[in-house]
């Protein structure tokens, strides 16, 4: 397995690292301090250094900022804007998100340790898109005309939910921010965005270029801080109709347990997975396990949709385990300034130590480490690839999401057998189905209880397909223009038909 190839320093002198503009709370279009005054470090996770010190919010501040949105819903210009309006502005703020790429993709890669050619090239301009993307459906929003029973002439109006909280997650500090933000502007929502403390950085400078953009004050707030504090006053605030999280299944039930005692606002939820990828034995086993490796490492297994538990039908079990091997041994972790490296560190110290407890307890439970399983002997919080095998579907690592570059492989002879198996979790966010079957692709895809079924891909994202959870993998789906109906509410208006017995 190759190791790290450089040290931080080296790829910093050749990219700059730019100043931290923004560490203060973004409340009614102006960056400002905590009312405490508090403050908490964002951490590199390449060299577990400070980055900077983040204004700290608090239910107080998130009062303020609801308090900014709720007047800029029932008083301000943006749900009253021509959606024709609101796409020009949202349009801009995706040229902006575009123009500022390098230093949003610097960001995230400090913040949390993402690969920084990817992020420039590919994550920011995607994320450009999707805001594009939304924007284009800002002017599209319509009701129906409806042909009634009785003597009434009905219609229905879509209109915007109102303020709405989002609570985003740390792997995907960018898209997770767009993926919420982009609907809800257009939807004409407004809004408070508590990004997660451990990547707040390119969350304050999105709130920045949409003001630059010309989006109201009051309409886009950020307020960073904890989730048992700015998150959960988010979730119980009475204020607030609609909240949108991203996150773990555990903190999920929190966020609606709260939004139940408080007004019973709406509430959707994209919670964690343990999703089945599988392989049947007709299939190139050299494109095949290359699939396999990225659909648990990508992005160091901080995603959760990763394909960590590995089917593979008996037939080609030995021949697929071993070119997993040798994939893994090329594999490079390290500096993710360097553009040759494939796997940078985990997000936190907090995270970085849960993956290796995870890897302990797969080891006592009496799967065998096939190869990796150990940190680096280094600054940062890198881990090697990991792959189990002898696992079972009752050991932990088959059931828990770690949210780390950990696969589990398990060996399997029907299709029967692995449907059953696969739906055996009580997630169902996604899962892959390698085969050159036809037939087999359409009774698996059929049968497997998941939101999204991949077949012969994985990680196949669109902006027009949508992406959400069965099970306790969550509710509501992003992506897609579906997704706007979490920011809307239908209202229904019938007036009687002249002459009619309503009269």
Request: aromatic letters at 10%; proline letters at 5%; hydrophobic letters at 40%.
């Amino acid at each position: 397995m190759s190791s790290d190839v450089q040290s931080g320093g080296c790829f910093e002198a050749q990219i700059r690292i730019p100043e931290i503009k923004f560490r203060k709370l973004f409340i009614n279009g102006l960056f400002v301090d905590s009312i405490s005054g508090k403050t908490f470090e964002t951490i590199d996770p390449r060299t577990e250094k400070v980055i900077v010190n983040i204004a700290e919010g608090d239910k107080e501040d998130v009062d303020l900022a609801v308090k900014a949105a709720r007047q800029a819903f029932d008083h301000g210009p943006w749900p009253r804007l021509p959606g024709s309006e609101r796409r020009r502005i949202m349009l801009k703020f995706a040229d902006f998100i575009d123009t500022n790429a390098e230093e949003l993709a610097i960001l995230d890669t400090i913040d949390a340790g993402k690969l920084y050619n990817r992020a420039k090239t590919l994550e920011i301009p995607a994320a450009a898109e999707t805001m594009s993307y939304f924007a284009g459906a800002a002017d599209k929003i319509h009701g129906a005309t409806l042909k009634m029973s009785s003597e009434l002439q009905a219609y229905t109006l879509s209109e915007p939910i109102g303020v709405v909280g989002h609570i985003t997650p740390w792997n995907f500090p960018t898209q997770m921010f767009i993926v919420k933000v982009a609907p809800a502007l257009a939807a004409g929502c407004t809004m408070v965005v508590k990004p997660a403390e451990q990547t707040p950085l390119s969350a304050l400078f999105y709130a920045h270029l949409g003001k630059l953009a010309g989006i109201p004050d009051g309409v886009l707030n950020v307020v960073t801080g904890y989730g048992p504090t700015a998150g959960a006053a988010i979730s119980s605030h009475m204020d607030i109709d609609k909240v949108s999280f991203t996150g773990s299944t555990e903190v999920g039930r929190l966020v609606m347990q709260a939004a139940a005692l408080s007004n019973l606002k709406a509430v959707s939820l994209e919670l964690g997975g343990k999703s089945p990828f599988i392989v049947f034995d007709d299939v190139d086993v050299n494109k095949v396990a290359d699939l396999a490796l990225l659909g648990t490492v990508y992005n160091k297994g901080e995603i959760c949709v990763a394909g960590s538990r590995v089917f593979i039908q008996e037939g080609i079990y030995d021949i697929f385990l071993n070119k997993l091997v040798e994939k893994v041994k090329k594999w490079v972790v390290g500096d993710p300034f360097d553009p040759n490296v494939q796997q940078g560190p985990q997000v936190s110290r907090k995270q970085y130590e849960k993956i290796l407890s995870y890897i302990d307890i797969g080891k006592k439970e009496g799967a065998t480490l096939l190869t990796g399983g150990k940190p680096y002997n280094r600054k940062g919080y890198y881990i090697e690839p990991t792959i189990f095998i002898d696992v079972e579907d009752d050991m932990t690592i088959a059931k828990e999401e770690i949210f780390g570059p950990v696969m589990s492989v398990i060996k399997f002879k029907s299709v029967e057998e692995v449907i059953r198996r696969a739906n055996a979790s009580k997630y169902g966010l996604a899962a892959g189905i390698m085969t050159n079957d036809l037939n087999i692709a359409n009774r698996v895809s059929r049968s497997i209880r998941a939101g999204i079924i991949w077949i012969n891909c994985y990680f196949a994202f669109n902006n027009d397909l949508p992406c959400g959870g069965y099970k306790m993998s969550g509710f509501g789906k992003d992506f897609g223009l579906k997704s706007l109906n979490k920011y809307l509410q239908v209202k229904s208006v019938a007036t009687p038909i002249y002459d009619s017995p309503w009269l």
